[in-house]
């Protein structure tokens, strides 16, 4: 009997956690659930060979034929090492497509080339995390486990966007275009049938049944009003201060705009709505026109000026009402900051929820006293670096409400002192 693919110190818990880690960050949809059904399946039936392991990863992760390929890079990568399998289908001198090796057990290779990999029918499963390698070492299982389960993209998600090189960047906004950001609900006018008593009645419904006995209401119906999402906003200072980190946020909010269907608007020394221009599907597409349509990139901060014009044309006439409303600005503004003080309070009386990204928060010493920054802090309800891809998960926490993202009361204070 073949030895079991899942050595005795990795548990189907972690290896299943671990590989849908991998896979989500790739960016297929995977879900928490199905990670607890793969950890099910491999403790009720432990595969014993590393095709019996594809097929039962594969049946629970892979729903549409067109994650199949980006699924075998994944499992290719975590338990072989290998290069992407799909950018060699269709040529008869590749080697075999994952899952579709024999079954029949060969030899070893001891002298495996280094290039490009030769057409191996019968080659052995590969060693997974927590077994020994091919020279006999082994730092134990859960190094190995580690090792074998990151991202090949781990070490950009630490790693500050201005520190970034041009390639870096370029990856690093596909992962950031597919990042879904969630807003808190509200209660809608639009109602749906409800089976309680304790929802509102439904008089329009009940007094048409009555019509059909009569006249006489024998059955009351109730009604429930819906739940719909508020409406995201998003504000990006484009000048010379923010120019590291402008690509990132800009595909930031074609993603919002193309997924969400967020309003977005670029900002220096006026105000732009590039909405229309960012919600195409296609990434450079989007940001090509967006690049067009404004057209005071890596000017100066005119910030008062931006959201009082926003407030006039958009915001009361409905935009920022009930909104949540992310500003993505270092504060280096040329207005006076009693300026930037009124126009907060007048857009602090419209939103729900305004969150103020600052890249430069993360700094050693940081102290939000700039002029446009200090007065603009005490009408935030969050306020939080996203200076990082990790740093981003903040942002995402503060758009939805979560109360681990909010502004510490110390701070607020702090700021309202003169």
């Known amino acids: 009997m073949a030895d079991r693919v899942l050595a005795p110190g990795i548990e189907s818990a972690a290896l299943a956690a671990g590989f849908s880690t991998a896979l989500h960050r790739a960016g297929l949809p995977v879900s928490p659930d199905r990670a607890a059904r793969l950890a099910e399946a491999l403790r009720l039936v432990p595969p014993t060979d590393r095709a019996a392991l594809y097929w039962a990863c594969r049946i629970v992760f892979v729903s549409q034929q067109q994650y199949l390929a980006r699924f075998d890079a994944v499992f290719s990568a975590v338990f072989d090492g290998r290069l992407d399998p799909a950018e060699s289908r269709g040529d ?3 080697p075999p497509a994952i899952g579709s090796e024999t079954h029949t057990k060969a030899a070893p290779s001891t002298n495996r080339p280094t290039g490009a ?11 997974l995390p927590g077994s020994d390698s091919a020279d006999g070492e ?9 090792l074998a389960l990151a991202s090949p993209d781990e070490h950009l998600h630490d790693m500050a966007f201005a520190d970034l090189n041009p390639e870096e960047l370029a990856r690093l906004q596909q992962l950031i275009a597919r990042i879904v950001l969630s807003t808190p609900t509200r209660l809608s006018r639009r109602t749906h049938p409800s089976p309680h008593s304790r929802d509102r009645l439904d008089v329009a419904r009940t007094v048409r049944a009555a019509q059909r006995t009569g006249g006489d209401p024998i059955t009351l119906y109730y009604a429930r009003r819906r739940p719909r999402p508020r409406r995201l906003v998003l504000l990006c200072d484009v000048s010379g201060s923010m120019e590291p980190y402008t690509r990132v ?6 993603g919002a705009a193309s997924g969400a269907r ?4 670029v900002f220096s020394t006026r105000l732009t709505r590039l909405t229309r221009q960012l919600a195409l599907h ?18 100066g901060t005119r910030l008062a000026a931006s959201i009082r014009r926003f407030i006039d044309d958009f915001g009361r006439r409905g935009l920022a009402r009930g909104a949540v409303i992310v500003v993505f600005s270092d504060g280096w503004a040329e207005d006076d900051p009693a300026d930037v003080d009124a126009q907060m ?3 602090r009386r419209l939103a729900h929820r305004i969150v103020w990204v600052n890249p430069r928060k993360i700094a050693a010493g940081y102290r939000p006293l700039v002029g446009g920054m200090a007065a603009a802090l005490p009408y935030c309800d969050a306020f939080v670096s996203g200076h990082s891809y990790a740093a981003l998960t903040e942002v995402a926490a503060a758009i939805r409400g979560d109360p681990s993202a909010s502004i510490r009361p110390s701070v607020t204070i702090q700021q309202r002192t003169p």
């Open 92 to 94: 008869p001198n590749a």
């Open 117 to 127: 990999p030769e057409p191996q029918p019968d080659r052995p499963p590969a060693p």
């Open 138 to 146: 082994n730092d134990g299982p859960e190094r190995d486990a580690i």
């Open 249 to 254: 946020y800009l595909s930031l909010l074609q």
């Open 262 to 265: 967020a309003e977005a608007f």
């Open 282 to 299: 296609n990434p450079d597409q989007a940001l090509a026109q967006a690049a067009v349509t404004a057209t005071d990139w890596a000017g």
């Open 345 to 347: 309070a007048r857009l």
